[in-house]
């Protein structure tokens, strides 16, 4: 029984500061890893300098009810905040540039349901580095008068390829978090290949390997993993996962843990038996070697389009053109296809895949190899450093 009339003063003052505390734990604590403030005040001042003489408002995403929560990828990358409802204007038309944030105003009731939400004021300021944080009930008039003496106002979709440029050369943070993902989506590789074996379902896989996601700090997959056997190794996208797998099959486990907002994305065959058939070792083969040849080719100043050209190549080469129907690689980052021109030469510090593949439908066998490789001023790191010989496959699946 609560005996409310006998808490003191003293008593409920400290029940106070003890809320606080689980507020403020709640609210710093256990928030996902950012970057250094001033990064993502640099990115402001770089888009603004590209936007001279005009005003960009940006929306944050919208709050749904019971769905995770998810910035609009632009905006978090422009202030690190993810939290729904919120509105930057970046006033590039003063000199210098001006920058608000714009946040709902608390309300005590609703947070009850949500947990707190940072207000306006000076503390949203200290924690995002912006200048001025205002209430949304502030923004027309804020954006009135700097409208004054704009060229233009611009929103997300005139601006979408300028941060897109700037999203694909990473910060040493981006680095990191891209780093963590993957070693975190390699810990999931590795529950793949102890979990698959005759008879197993595909999504017995799928869970395997993401409680290796969650338990190790990931916020989830970076997108739904790909778990796909037998005929189902040669759809590229299959994402069901409900299918037992036969012991003839070799099975596709395209996966990426998502931290810090940042995804990775890394595949491996392998065979469900534990052993390649010669037709299936003979496919795998040519898949790694072309993925080899278009690894080794990776440094700044080659293009995409190189790098496909050097895998396409070697398949084109053993007969197998027609069966390697996608791209080799993409830059991965905030979104897991991450934004940004494909025809732009590469740059240090850019991370992208490299992942031929080859699927032949009427064989049932779909091969594709995909590793994360950063960019570096004189040529390249791989990121994802796991197995993939024959061999080594085989004997991760055999334990
Ligand atoms: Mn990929």
Same mark, same amino acid.
């Given at each position: 029984m609560v005996k409310r009339s006998l808490t003191t003063a003293a008593q409920r003052h400290g029940i106070a500061l003890c809320l606080c505390c689980i507020a403020f734990v709640a609210s710093l604590g256990f928030a996902i890893e950012k970057e250094p403030l001033q990064e993502y005040r640099g990115r402001r001042e770089r888009l603004a300098e590209r936007i001279k003489g005009n005003v960009l408002v940006l929306r944050a995403a919208p709050d749904q009810e019971l769905v995770k929560y998810r910035q609009e990828p632009n905006f978090y990358y422009l202030t690190g905040f993810d939290e729904p409802n919120a509105i930057?204007?970046?006033?590039?038309?003063?000199?210098?540039?001006?920058?608000?944030?714009?946040?709902?105003?608390?309300?005590?009731?609703?947070?009850?349901?949500?947990?707190?939400?940072?207000?306006?004021?000076?503390?949203?300021?200290?924690?995002?580095?912006?200048?001025?944080?205002l209430s949304t009930t502030e923004f027309d008039s804020t954006l009135k008068k700097a409208e004054e003496q704009a060229k233009a106002v611009y929103t997300l979709k005139d601006v979408e390829n300028e941060i897109a440029y700037l999203r694909q050369v990473k910060s040493a943070t981006e680095i990191a978090f891209l780093e963590k993902a993957v070693r975190i989506t390699l810990k999931g590789q590795q529950a793949a290949a102890r979990a698959i074996g005759p008879n197993v379902m595909e999504y017995e896989v799928e869970a395997a390997l993401e409680y290796e996601f969650r338990r190790n700090g990931a916020e989830g997959p970076g997108f739904p993993s790909i778990i796909g056997s037998g005929p189902f190794s040669t759809?590229? $996208?299959?994402?069901?996962?409900?299918? !037992?797998?036969?012991? +003839?099959?070799? @099975?596709?486990v395209d996966i990426g843990a998502q931290y810090a907002g940042y995804s990775a994305d890394v595949t491996r065959t392998f065979p469900v038996?534990?052993?390649?058939?010669?037709?299936?070792?003979?496919?795998?083969?040519i898949v790694l070697d072309a993925q080899k040849l278009a690894i080794a080719k990776v440094k700044p100043g080659v293009r995409i389009s190189d790098l496909h050209q050097a895998a396409m190549g070697h398949i084109r080469s053993k007969g197998y053109e027609k069966y390697f129907v996608h791209g080799t690689s993409h830059h991965i980052g905030?979104?897991? $296809?991450?934004?940004?021109?494909?025809? !732009?030469?590469?740059? +240090?510090?850019? @991370?992208?895949?490299?992942?031929?593949?080859?699927?032949?439908?009427?064989?049932?066998?779909?091969?594709?190899?995909?590793?994360?490789?950063?960019?570096?001023?004189?040529?390249?790191?791989?990121?994802?450093?796991?197995?993939?010989?024959i061999p080594e496959i085989e004997a991760l699946v055999k334990r």
């Open positions: 930057l204007l970046l006033d590039a038309a003063s000199d210098p540039p001006q920058e608000f944030l714009f946040l709902p105003e608390r309300k005590r009731s609703e947070e009850r349901w949500t947990g707190p939400k940072l207000g306006p004021g000076s503390e949203a300021e200290k924690r995002t580095g912006i200048s001025k944080v759809i590229l $996208h299959y994402d069901k996962s409900e299918r !037992r797998m036969q012991a +003839a099959d070799v @099975v596709v038996s534990g052993k390649f058939s010669p037709r299936q070792r003979e496919i795998y083969q905030l979104e897991v $296809h991450d934004a940004g021109d494909v025809s !732009r030469p590469l740059e +240090a510090n850019m @991370v992208i895949t490299v992942e031929p593949g080859i699927y032949i439908p009427e064989e049932q066998i779909g091969i594709r190899i995909e590793d994360d490789v950063l960019v570096t001023q004189t040529g390249h790191r791989v990121l994802s450093i796991f197995p993939k010989e």
